[in-house]
């Protein structure tokens, strides 16, 4: 069956540390994958895209990797800071799809402490 | 600062009632997508709209769900009859003319179904 994955276990780590959340796909050959960030009480926020042909992508201390052979991304937040406290989605458009139509992850709650 | 705005913000209302959420998109986008979340299964899509043509609602309850857009400046979801199982956060997000591109959600409606 197809499948997102991200940890269900909340993250936490020190202020200052980078984090590093993981998103593993199975049966999918995604055009795309997206990251959000969610606050409690509102909707996703979209942060990053990285394309099937790119290996990385930055944007000021956030870093994705896709990895196509091991059908996984990974999102780092350097030089973490508890207002980077929210959880993170993943969110893929199969390549079959071409309607942006995204199938998301259930989410990983990253918490920043002092 | 053009952003998706949703009424209500809240629902409660007792099983058996209809409910209508609304969503306004942003200016200008023309696909429009009605989402579901919950701590169990996540978001998940129930249908989208493009160029206010309903592409996909396989992701929908068919007896008791329906999604429409009037115009291009609005979208609703309703829910007749409900059900305590509906209570969820319902998400509206709208995308612009270009594939790939961000999806920009709303704030969401809650919903509890007592």
């Known amino acids: 069956s197809q499948k997102i994955e991200q940890n269900s276990e909340a993250l936490n780590i020190q202020e200052g540390k980078t984090a590093t959340l993981t998103c593993n796909y199975t049966?999918?050959?995604?055009?795309?994958l997206q990251w959000y960030r969610q606050d409690p009480g509102r909707g996703p926020v979209f942060l990053l895209l990285i394309r099937e042909n790119e290996k990385e992508k930055r944007k000021e201390r956030l870093k994705v990797t896709f990895d196509t052979t091991l059908k996984q991304s990974l999102f780092h937040i350097t030089a973490s800071q508890p207002a980077d406290s929210a959880t993170y989605l993943c969110?893929?458009?199969?390549?079959?799809?071409?309607?942006?139509?995204?199938?998301f992850g259930t989410g990983t709650r990253l918490q920043v402490f002092p | 600062d053009a952003r998706v705005t949703q009424t209500p913000r809240h629902k409660v209302t007792e099983m058996g009632q209809e409910v209508t959420m609304r969503c306004q998109p942003i200016l200008g986008h023309n696909t429009v997508f009605w989402y579901r979340q919950t701590m169990m299964q996540g978001l998940e899509l129930l249908a989208y709209?493009?160029?206010?043509?309903?592409?996909?609602d396989s992701g929908m309850p068919k007896d008791r769900f329906s999604a429409e857009m009037p115009d291009a400046t609005l979208a609703t979801l309703k829910i007749q009859p409900s059900e305590p199982r509906d209570s969820a956060v319902y998400f509206c997000?709208?995308?612009?003319?270009?594939?790939?591109?961000?999806?920009?959600f709303g704030p969401g409606t809650r919903l509890l179904v007592l």
């Open positions: 969110a893929l458009e199969p390549s079959s799809y071409n309607t942006d139509k995204l199938i």
């Open positions: 709209f493009r160029n206010r043509a309903p592409l996909d």
């Open positions: 049966n999918y050959s995604p055009a795309y």
């Open positions: 997000a709208s995308v612009g003319e270009r594939y790939q591109e961000t999806q920009y």
